[in-house]
């Protein structure tokens, strides 16, 4: 057997499939981790060596659902406790 032209066309099995966390087909179907964001581990996979992938799925590249409310938060200085007491109207 050789191993070019006629060994790739034997090559009908996957390793990978799509993990349920990132979405990308890095999940190993044997091994069940993914090999991109080391699902099913309790933290992200993330290397310095690795900068542009840090990039892509760093704080804001996604939705932010929590981080829109804290900066409109900031903006209006942190209130806290019951609302300002109403101003009476003159007439």
């Not at 080391?38 to 804001?60: D, E, L, V």
Request: glycine letters at 8%; hydrophobic letters at 20%.
């Amino acid at each position: 057997m050789t191993k070019g032209t006629q060994s790739f066309g034997k090559r009908h099995t996957k390793s990978h499939g799509l993990c349920p966390r990132c979405g990308k087909r890095s999940y190993h179907l044997q091994k069940k981790t993914c090999a991109s964001c080391a699902f099913p581990s309790p933290k992200m996979r993330k290397y310095n060596w690795a900068y542009k992938a840090m990039r892509r799925r760093t704080t804001g590249t996604g939705r932010c659902r929590y981080l829109k409310l804290v900066k409109r938060k900031e903006a209006n200085g942190f209130m806290t406790g019951t609302p300002k007491p109403r101003i009476a109207k003159r007439d």
